[in-house]
């Protein structure tokens, strides 16, 4: 019966390959998500150890934040946005859960993150969240918040109805044109609460700006962002 296993154990990886997101070279052994080479150059940041950061910097002067950080450095046309990309549109789960965990590691360790009390993630309109299967800041954030035995939230920040373009807008037009479209429930449940707002990329901040904006309506006694990936 063993032998028998074996055998299907392995034509199931001949027809069904564990490709790297990255590199898109099969990956051995089977059943992990990317590949030793790729693994070994993820451009992880500095941001969990140092406060004043590139993330941490797309809010100054704009609004209060308690900390930020980004995970990994991203660049487009790079081997970090073929990952993410895998994790939005693939159905690629697995990588937010690994990479949340990661980032649930580095914030257990940082002066600024491991008070954090709860994890909200940056919601999709229902919509989108149907098409896609799941909403990625979800599955990264879910990831942290086992790691740090904490809380995650999805019913407090709610994206009400789909923005706008923001092809053509200035900064202050971006923030105005997201901002409306978030709402808030359950606000008891953050009050006077270290809030971790995630998402998957931060690029100009004006999603996450509107977001912040709109959660210290509960009145929670911090808010901190993460992201899986910013710019570099």
Do not use: W
């Amino acid at each position: 019966m063993n032998a028998i296993i074996d055998i299907l154990s392995e034509l199931k990886n001949v027809i069904f390959p564990n490709v790297c997101p990255a590199c898109h070279n099969n990956v051995m052994p089977q059943g992990r998500l990317v590949c030793t080479p790729c693994l070994c150059e993820l451009p992880f940041t500095d941001h969990f150890d140092h406060h004043d950061n590139k993330v941490a910097s797309h809010f100054y002067g704009r609004v209060k934040i308690y900390s930020a950080a980004g995970l990994l450095y991203f660049r487009e046309n790079s081997f970090v946005q073929d990952i993410v990309h895998s994790f939005k549109y693939n159905h690629n789960k697995e990588i937010g859960i690994v990479l949340g965990k990661m980032a649930g590691e580095k914030m257990l360790m940082s002066s600024g993150f491991r008070q954090a009390e709860v994890i909200i993630p940056v919601p999709l309109h229902p919509k989108k969240e149907y098409v896609r299967g799941y909403n990625q800041s979800f599955v990264f954030g879910e990831a942290i918040a086992k790691t740090m035995k904490i809380e995650v939230l999805n019913d407090v920040l709610v994206k009400g109805k789909s923005n706008e373009s923001q092809t053509g807008k200035n900064r202050i037009e971006r923030v105005k044109n997201v901002l409306e479209t978030y709402d808030l429930k359950n606000k008891d449940k953050i009050k006077n609460k270290h809030v971790v707002l995630v998402d998957d990329v931060i690029t100009t901040g004006a999603t996450l700006e509107a977001c912040i904006m709109t959660l210290y309506e509960a009145l929670p006694s911090k808010i901190s962002v993460v992201t899986l990936a910013c710019a570099q």
